[in-house]
């Protein structure tokens, strides 16, 4: 009995702190969208687009991702060289920067004086620039979601059974044939739980837009403009509440399915 | 490994996305300390920019170490204990509130400043001061203090050692402190490391949650992106890596040790 006491007493704090600046600001952005704020966001048409242009570009930055994390996840676990953990920690510098950063990183690589316009020029042809189009919104939502998966698809990768590829290949499968049927269904559980991480974290990302000033209107954004410029406190409460919830309620989702392996 | 055709696609494919996870970071970098942008670095090399940002956002710098200084203060107080209480308990009450704990990182930053603004935003003089962004913080980053505490206190046999203690009449308070911390040192420092990165770096939430008076680094850096020429913009995100870039190698190095200690023992 002294020891629950104890219990509840260290935890306290940290509950206290979770309630007053959590849970009860969540339930004020829960009512203050009201059934105005609700009913606009499913009958104005703009809202809709915004909702279905947000959850594409998350699908395509999910797929994408998972595509070159899962290939440079297999090839890293396998090799061995020097400076391998230099590379890995490089790889994963872009953890710690924040969406605004990566955005004029995406503007230094496709800006107009972007590297890749360089490039093009030297090489003769035109200036190609394409940082504030969606091709340049999803590079910059792949260059902070690769870091967020690459070790997750990694450690899968190790864990493999080795016996199992040279089994399948013995029997003569063909490489695409072992990719198909022994490295893919292995890896599947991480890549559930990295794709949940990567589309949640591309729904609710925002500085990365923000920086780039696109012309797509992600929900995020959308949330900020109702906010700051239009002052529609409504729209904008109802928004981010459902758009809290869906991130969260994926999250939850995946690490149920995963048993624990998703953050 | 044999070194067949999968081998080299696999090493060209690697070296093309390193090349665009890093290039940027460079031509950023390099950008921030070069005499003219349009020429380019045969113009020369300069400190001036980084000068010239030091003179007008310096103040964003300071306030974002002093918040996430604060926020590294109340997290350990906080997210320590219960770390250690989640740890001790294996029961479902203990699995809710751990679940509930975390949920603030599931949640985008846009949604918990605007709920903040919404129930705080006309308290007293909070809204215009640092607290208000050094609570958003302290929501956000606690649940990764609490994480990287727990992942240590569970590889431990932390139940053996308390008993131990225990039998030589340790009372909970010399338990506690002289057994249980010095033991879980590496996944302090781990969650430490974390939680002053993401605080340095946190922008969604505080873009919000900001005044005039209580520009963040962040927050500067999305102004001078749009403001100020590329040079400024670079050297600007230039001192933003120099922060964060030790910071992160720290924590790299501190949990690649605790992973070790782990495989050892």
Redesign the interface.
């Known amino acids: 009995m002294h020891d629950r006491l ?2 509840g007493l ?2 306290a ?3 206290a ?2 309630l007053a ?9 829960a009512v ?1 969208g009201g059934a105005g704020g609700y009913s606009a966001i499913l009958t104005e048409p703009r809202f809709l687009r915004s909702l279905i242009s947000t959850l594409l570009v998350a699908a395509a930055t999910t797929a994408i991702t998972l595509f ?1 994390a899962t ?2 996840g ?3 676990a ?2 061995r060289f020097r400076g391998r ?1 230099t ?1 890995l ?13 990566v ?7 496709a800006g107009r ?3 890749v316009a360089e490039v093009s020029m030297a090489l003769g042809g035109d200036r190609i620039v394409f940082a504030y189009s969606l091709a340049g919104l999803l590079l910059g939502y792949v ?1 902070f979601s ?2 967020r998966t690459l070790l997750t698809l990694m450690a899968a990768a190790e864990k493999l059974d080795p016996r199992l590829e040279e089994a399948a290949r013995s029997l003569g499968a063909s ?1 695409f044939g072992v990719l198909r049927d022994v490295l893919l269904p292995g890896m599947a559980p991480a890549m559930a739980a990295a794709g949940a991480i990567c589309f ?1 974290t591309a ?5 990365t837009a ?2 780039l ?1 696109s012309r797509i209107d992600v929900l ?1 954004m959308v ?2 403009t109702q ?1 700051t410029l239009q002052a529609n ?1 409504a729209v ?2 109802a928004l ?2 459902s ?2 919830i869906a ?2 309620a994926v ?2 989702l995946a690490r149920g399915a995963s048993g624990g392996a998703a ?1 | ?1 044999r070194r ?1 055709i ?2 080299w696609t ?2 060209c ?2 070296l093309l ?2 090349a ?6 460079f ?2 970098v390099i ?1 921030g300390v070069t005499v003219n ?2 020429v380019g670095i045969s113009s020369g090399l300069t400190t001036r920019w980084i000068l010239d940002v030091w003179a007008n956002y310096g103040g964003t710098v300071l306030l974002s170490l002093q918040i996430a200084f604060a926020t590294l203060v109340i997290t350990l ?3 320590i ?2 770390a ?3 740890a ?2 294996a029961g479902v009450t203990a699995r809710l ?1 751990e679940e ?2 975390v ?10 400043a ?3 603004i ?3 935003g006309a308290v007293g003089g909070l809204r215009s001061s640092w607290y208000f962004i050094l ?2 913080h ?2 956000f980053c ?1 649940p990764f203090m ?1 994480r990287a505490v727990l992942a240590v206190l569970l590889a431990i046999d932390l139940h053996r050692l308390e008993e131990a203690a225990r039998a030589c009449g340790a009372s ?1 308070a010399q338990r506690f402190f002289g057994v249980v911390l010095p033991n879980i040192r590496g996944g302090i420092l781990a969650g430490s490391l974390m939680v002053v ?2 605080s340095l ?4 939430m505080t ?2 949650l900001h005044t005039p008076f209580t520009r963040t680094l ?1 927050v500067g ?2 102004d001078a ?2 403001a100020l020429r ?1 040079e400024m ?2 050297a600007y ?1 230039l001192i ?1 890596f120099a922060l ?2 030790p ?3 720290a924590m ?1 190095w501190v949990v ?1 040790r605790l992973d070790q200690q782990r495989g050892s023992r």
């Open positions: 104890r219990a260290l935890i704090p940290a509950l702190v979770f600046f959590f849970l009860i600001p969540l339930g004020y952005l203050a070159i290939i440079m297999l090839f890293l396998r090799v953990s590379l920690a490089l790889l994963t510098l872009p953890l710690a920067f924040p969406g605004v950063v955005g004029y990183l995406v503007i230094m690589l004086q972007g590297l260059y690769i870091p490489p949640a729904t609710g990302a925002f500085g923000f920086a000033a995020p949330i900020y906010f406190l904008a409460a981010s509440f758009l809290g991130t969260w999250l939850a953050a | 490994m067949g999968g081998f696999g090493l494919f690697t996305i390193s665009f996870l890093i290039l940027p970071i031509a950023s950008a942008q349009f107080l906080l997210g204990p219960a250690y209480v989640l001790r308990h509130i509930a704990l949920m603030p990182v599931a949640v985008p930053g846009l949604a918990t605007l709920g903040l919404l129930a705080y609570v958003g302290v929501v606690l609490m909970w990165t993401l770096g946190e922008f969604n873009l919000l962040p850096l999305a992106y749009t590329t913009a670079s995100t933003f964060i870039v910071l992160l190698s790299q690649g």
